[in-house]
């Protein structure tokens, strides 16, 4: 065996160990993988609402002013306007799941971050590097919205949308593209679904 296959192993037995042996952990899925993003989150604990950070986690200053972080943050890249969040749900995770390309080998690799106040009956909380100038991707879109008009002849599982506003989204929400027929006999800016158009599109219209 030479000296790069062990090491190799060596990580491996390490990355799966740290994977299954968190303390205090009764759920170690990790969150869905999402396309074009390098990060997924594990370790998950359970929901609470964003307004008992602070009775639920009183020994924690930093969780105290959550809330007014998060606003800060929600106002800057989604609206200018005065936002409340006490209304909202959270769930808490203790470590995060980092894939990146290595400048060394060009090869994707991974660290995983923990955020743990017991881990191993011990406080572990790890560095991180940041990319302080970050670019966001968004799209004007043209919303569509179930219509109360149908055809004469109506198929089954006939899907008819008609439009309702423009907005921007942010490009990382984007699904996949769908197929929209214009009307025949209907109001202008009326649309039907094909959820012909492939097998994907048929079953994720619960056909």
Known sequence: M???????????????YDDNHEENNTNKELTAPIDNNHWRLGSPQ????ISKLSTEFPDN????????DISNVVR?????SEIILTGYKIIPYKCVHIHYTSLEDWKVKKDIARCNPSFHGHPRYDCIL???NPTVDMALV????????????????CQVFEEKGRSIIFLK?????????????GADRMYYLNDMVDANMFLCCGN
Do not use: R, S
């Open 46 to 49: 359970y929901c609470l609402m």
């Open 130 to 132: 940041i990319n302080t």
């Open 173 to 185: 929400y984007v699904v996949w593209a769908c197929h929209m027929i214009p009307t025949f006999g």
């Open 76 to 80: 800057q890249y989604l609206a200018p």
């Open 142 to 157: 043209q919303w569509l919205k179930e219509a109360k008009w149908k055809p004469k002849t109506y198929w089954k599982n």
């Open 2 to 16: 030479d000296v790069e296959t062990y090491d190799n192993e060596i990580k491996e037995l390490k990355a799966l």
């Open 61 to 68: 200053p930093i969780l105290h002013t959550l809330t007014e």
